[in-house]
């Protein structure tokens, strides 16, 4: 039953110190089937092509046997409880999973039709292309404007400094930031509040004009009018990016996202629009779980 | 009893007074229904006891061994013939040593005078009686106060808050010796160092360009005035340090980053306990290293390519200690890297930087005042280094820049002055201690500066 090994978690915990709810009803293993999951995981305009995947770390399965298409500028909800794999398989999609060790990924992954795990997939396009908002606010101890004009200087993409500020500016911007920041623009990104630190990190992401920005609970350190604030640019950034969201918290997923897709114990149980989910879920489990029976 | 004999009495004494003191509370305890009953476990009322037993007698214990040896003198002294009594300190002590030659024996009886017998006899007697004093002084003490923390053992007794109080005081008093030790040493050097002040003046001994500490012993000698500049061995110092850092800073960072951030954990595993390896070598190995193995093929393959190197130089002792430093900066480095949370990795990986780029631009200048606080205790280190610069580095004191020239440092110089036969007023000795006071003050200001810049940095992820 308890297939959450010690070994995912302690890898896992690193990433998303989520905090663990108890458990008050152990479902049944037996209603879930690998590899069924019910409702329409999968869509015509993908921007993600997912087929089989399963994740390891060592011994322990993380992830087992899950097919799902990502669409073009969709916003997709991944909820789930604690440890049930969301995490890891949203860093999946940009292989932030390299840099642990331990942890295999198989099946096929595609963006635009391209395998990500290609042996001769370059990394860092891929991740110019898939940007990442994590958990906790990772500002680096720089300036404001050095912490936006990071990426667009790896990636060369300004030739001038005019054309930086241009970037910078916008970036700052879309994130709802430049009003607060302008006139401190080299100020440290560390002394700002935690909602604050939050954009400037979404805003770091879209300077480098990726195509979708995976979010790992991204208000789960943010305090609730931060978190309005960062939903509403969400929005806003809907119409132009494609977005993968995970999130502990219903409410954000139903307000957000068009799809939500429901994982448990490393299964993709259901994939549905939104307010289906919420309404009226396929199965059971989902059920249990959006109105609370655990998780 | 001898005094150490005695110490163990007093721990065996307390160890009784320990056993007693648990049994006691918990056989008041039994009768009301068990030791819940008790105001404190019966741990800490036996501790409380052993405590009262023990920590009073070692006081006086200590009390009467650090001075029972001056009061004893002071009496034998005061108790001989008026024509014996000593005109001075000197031959005070003179005048006691011989007494108490003759009283251990070790001086024959027939060299002495009538009252030196004498006065030996009595000391011999003082010694005796002190002797008895103390153990029965120490033993009764002990005993004493171990019953009386027996007797006070009572249920309501509030024995823990007691013990632990108790227990406070033993705790300070241990971080006390060392602060204690240290302030003694900085005390010592400092009156040496006046003393030097006094033979020598400042301007000559800070600005002074020679060095040439030989003086004559007595006026009819024929000998050098000595000369007492600091600069020649300051620069020297600085010379072989530099070097040393050369080869440390560059290879001991590179291989910090190395094995935290590309390593993986076999290598890492393997790779790092090796390095830090070098830090075991005792530095008397890395001397002869340095001066029978790379000081030569220096010179040598100077010689090859036509210039002239010496045969024991500034290079030969600095890269080798360079490498004894490198496990230092590396694993202090290391630390400071590992701190970098893993998030901003994570931040510049996610925004398509590669390993290094990471590195470059952002572990590293989140690292930089730790590795920098770590570099600067390297230089400390290297500074204070002794072993390697003895036997590599040469006694010459020239003031050069040349690293294939000898070249001396102020350690080296500490070593010569004071090992020997060395008579303690005289500017050559004294100088020692000059010289271990500057030391002394450079690397402290160091290690301040270092601390300082280690903790800015700790703040700076809160």
Known sequence: MNTINPAVTSEADQYQAEPVAPVREQPEETIIEEGKTVGRPFADNAKFKLRDVNVSYGDTRAIKNISLDVAKNEVIAFIGPSGCGKSTFLRCLNRMNDSIEICKVTGSLQLDDQDIYDRRRDVVELRARVGMVFQKPNPFPKSIYDNVAYGPRIHGLANRKSDLDEIVENSLRKAGLWGEVKDRLDATATGMSGGQQQRLCIARAIAVSPEVILMDEPCSALDPIATARVEELMAEMSESYTIVIVTHSMQQAARVSNRTAYFHLGHLVEVNETNKVFTSPEHELTESYITGRFG | ?462
């Open chain 2, 1 to 462: 009893m001898q005094p150490a004999n005695l110490l163990l009495l007093t721990i065996v004494l307390s160890m009784v007074a320990y056993g007693l003191g648990y049994a006691r509370s918990r056989s008041l305890a039994m009768p009301m229904g068990g030791i819940r009953y008790l105001k404190s476990l019966p741990f800490y009322y036996g501790a409380r006891a052993a405590l009262w037993c023990g920590i009073p007698a070692l006081i006086v214990l200590g009390l009467w061994a650090a001075f029972q040896g001056k009061v004893i003198q002071t009496l034998v002294i005061s108790s001989l013939p008026q024509e014996m009594l000593p005109a001075s300190e000197g031959r005070a002590s003179l005048l006691l040593s011989k007494i108490s030659n003759v009283a251990n024996g070790s001086l024959p009886p027939g060299f002495a005078e009538a009252p030196i017998l004498e006065a030996a006899e009595r000391l011999k007697a003082l010694r005796e009686q002190s002797r008895l004093f103390m153990s029965v002084l120490v033993v009764s003490v002990s005993v004493l106060a171990g019953f009386l923390g027996w007797i006070r053992v009572r249920p309501a007794a509030n024995a823990r808050t007691q013990v632990e109080a108790i227990l406070k005081w033993l705790f300070f008093a241990c971080a006390a010796l060392a602060i204690l030790t240290t302030v003694g040493i900085i005390f010592s050097v400092a009156l040496e160092t006046f003393r030097f002040f006094q033979l020598i003046p400042f301007t000559e001994f800070f600005f002074g360009s020679q060095w040439s500490p030989q003086t004559a012993l007595r006026a009819d000698q024929v000998a050098a005035q000595g000369a007492f500049g600091m600069i020649p061995l300051f620069t020297g110092t600085l010379l072989i340090s530099a070097i040393a850092m050369l080869v440390a800073v560059p290879v001991g960072l590179l291989s910090a980053i190395y094995l935290s951030e590309y390593a993986n954990k076999k290598v890492r595993s393997v790779v790092k306990p090796l390095l830090e390896m070098l830090a075991g070598i005792p530095t008397v190995v890395y001397g002869f290293f340095a001066a029978l193995t790379v000081a030569p093929f220096i010179s040598d393959f100077a010689a090859s390519m036509g210039i002239d190197a010496s045969s024991q130089s500034a290079l030969a002792a600095g890269g080798v200690m360079g490498i004894m430093i490198i496990p230092f900066v590396s694993s202090l480095s290391d630390d400071v890297i590992n701190a970098v949370p893993q998030t901003m990795r994570d931040g510049s990986l996610a925004l398509g930087a590669t390993q290094s780029e990471t590195m470059k631009k952002v572990i590293f200048p989140a690292a930089l005042p730790g590795i920098m606080g770590g570099v600067l205790l390297a230089v400390s280190r290297a500074i204070g280094e002794t072993m390697i610069v003895v036997m590599a580095a040469g006694l010459a004191a020239n003031l050069t820049a040349n690293p294939l020239e000898t070249v001396t440092t102020v350690t080296v110089q500490i070593v010569t002055l004071l090992t020997g036969d060395q008579e303690f007023d005289s500017a050559k000795t004294l100088a020692a201690f000059a010289l271990g006071a500057m030391l002394f003050l450079a690397t402290l200001l160091l290690n301040v500066v270092a601390l300082k810049i280690v903790r800015k940095y700790r703040e700076q992820y809160d």
